[in-house]
């Protein structure tokens, strides 16, 4: 099913919205709440949870993506579910993808507000799309799907050397391009 008709469907509010939103993004989204949460519970719980968020999302939002509006759904809540977790059952290469990243966008304890966040999701956006897409690619599985080093050299075939320093390297270009656009990091 198109995703347009699956939009239609919530808009209807017709429960076969769910079950076809389960059908073609289902794989999507357990695959990032169980790179996030390591587990196949709490993976499974967080999906459900994305499925009732999707429901009071649309209406009133329409997204253009349906795709990333669900993966940033499923997202949301497998990181809020990580907070929740003890350390004990949280994901390593979470943690480890976090503190690398955080040494670029974060600074602030809080975001002062909405506009402020959108802005700074435009220009990461706007530099993610300046990059080659080996680039994007490796940058965006490490740090949106969370996969290992081990994983993205198995996907891309690069040493894991070549991948560490293309994810640093990409973290210092991310770091000046904010700053040069009046980020304070």
Request: with cysteine; charged share 35%; proline share 3%.
């Amino acid at each position: 099913m198109e995703d347009r008709q699956i939009i239609e469907l919530y808009w209807k509010r017709a429960e076969d919205a769910i079950r076809e939103t389960d059908v073609k993004y289902g794989r999507l989204c357990h695959y990032i709440a169980q790179n996030i949460l390591a587990s196949p519970e709490d993976s499974e719980e967080c999906v459900n949870d994305t499925w009732l968020g999707l429901w009071n999302a649309i209406p009133p939002q329409r997204p253009s993506r349906l795709s990333a509006f669900v993966g940033r759904i499923t997202r949301n809540l497998a990181l809020k579910r990580f907070d929740y977790l003890t350390a004990a059952k949280r994901s390593p290469e979470a943690i480890c993808s976090l503190e690398e990243l955080g040494d670029c966008v974060s600074g602030r304890a809080s975001v002062e507000d909405e506009l402020e966040n959108r802005r700074m999701e435009e220009a990461i956006d706007t530099f993610l799309w300046s990059l080659g897409e080996e680039k994007r690619t490796v940058f965006i599985r490490r740090y949106w799907y969370f996969d290992s080093i081990d994983v993205i050299c198995r996907r891309t075939g690069y040493s894991r050397s070549k991948v560490k320093s293309m994810l640093y390297h990409t973290r210092q270009k991310l770091r000046d391009y904010l700053e040069s656009e009046g980020f304070e990091l």
